[in-house]
């Protein structure tokens, strides 16, 4: 069965897009194009699903992401 998740995509001082998964502890990867980070950030999934048990994917939930301006 897949298991979807959440990525957080942020561009970099360099150009480079960095994604983070909230769901899973220490989940990040990068790439110099959007098709690049999506392949990289799959595979650091997998890896950590090998690592990680249940109980830390449901300890949190990824809600959304708000701008506010200060």
Partial sequence: MKKEFYVVIER?????FVGEVPQI???YAQ???LDELMRNIREVIALALEDT?????GASEFIGVQK???
């Avoid at 970099?12 to 480079?16: L, V």
């Avoid at 048990?53 to 994917?57: E, G, I, N, R």
């Fill in 25 to 27: 502890p220490a989940c």
């Fill in 12 to 16: 970099d001082e360099d150009g480079f």
């Fill in 53 to 57: 048990t249940d109980d830390v994917l």
């Fill in 31 to 33: 790439g110099r194009t």
């Fill in 68 to 70: 506010v301006s200060v």
